[in-house]
């Protein structure tokens, strides 16, 4: 079966720096999406990886390795408006998105 | 970058009506748009997928005579929820592929938060 794992939660402390761990098991692979959702919000698109490495967009990167089904969120000086819940998703072969379950994050001043 | 819009953003029906949800694709033409269903401190869940001028394919388990999904242009598609019930209220969202396409980001509407008393 097709599968994405990554922690239900995690907090961390205003300023520091988080890492979000996906690792995923899917039948294909044509790409890697993160979402940042705030509580009874729609997600909003953070990043998008097809190729190995890390994409650096301002205080966010994601990175991804292929051969190991393992991708990571990570934000920087973190903020307290940062607190959201974070979903990873990755398209399969047939072009259908397979979804975690999202990792709530928790920042604390 | 692509602007997905859906409406409403709230609703409050009585059980056994019928509510209609619109997500249309603003500055983009969208042949493929996708419904999710997310409960409370869950994730996504799809519930099916909307092509323009041809029947939905829904996911497993989604009954098609309860969530009608319509597709009439390329800029519109609309969800029903008929016969509404308690069990049904949920947070719907609906999707689309941006300009991009398939190597692109999915845009998503802002949701529609649906309450059956």
């Known amino acids: 079966g097709q599968n994405i794992d990554q922690p239900t939660e995690m907090t961390a402390t205003e300023g520091a720096i988080v890492q979000i761990n996906c690792t995923y098991q899917?039948?294909?692979?044509?790409?890697l999406f993160w979402y940042q959702q705030h509580a009874g919000e729609a997600p909003t698109f953070l990043s998008y990886?097809?190729l190995d490495g890390l994409e650096e967009k301002g205080r966010f990167s994601s990175f991804l390795s292929r051969s190991k089904g393992y991708s990571y969120l990570l934000l920087k000086e973190l903020q307290m408006k940062d607190s959201a819940s974070y979903l990873c998703?990755?398209?399969?072969?047939?072009?259908?998105?397979?979804w975690g379950a999202g990792t709530k994050l928790i920042i604390k001043p | 970058g692509a602007v997905v819009s859906q409406h409403p953003s709230r609703v409050i029906c009585k059980s056994g009506t019928s509510v209609k949800i619109e997500c249309r694709s603003l500055?983009?033409?969208?042949?493929?748009m996708f419904w999710y269903r997310q409960f409370p401190k869950q994730s996504l869940m799809l519930m099916a997928t909307?092509?323009?001028?041809?029947?939905?394919?829904?996911e497993q388990g989604v009954e098609k005579d309860k969530f009608l999904i319509n597709h009439a242009s390329l800029t519109l598609s609309t969800l029903t929820v008929t016969s509404a019930h308690p069990e049904d209220s949920s947070f719907y969202i609906c999707?689309?592929?941006?300009?991009?396409?398939?190597?692109?980001?999915?845009?998503f509407g802002e949701g529609s938060r649906l309450t059956v008393l």
């Open positions: 999707s689309a592929f941006g300009l991009a396409g398939h190597t692109g980001e999915l845009f």
């Open positions: 500055d983009f033409q969208a042949t493929t």
């Open positions: 909307s092509n323009e001028g041809s029947k939905a394919t829904y």
């Open positions: 899917t039948s294909g692979f044509n790409g």
């Open positions: 990886n097809v």
């Open positions: 998703a990755v398209r399969d072969s047939n072009y259908q998105l397979i």
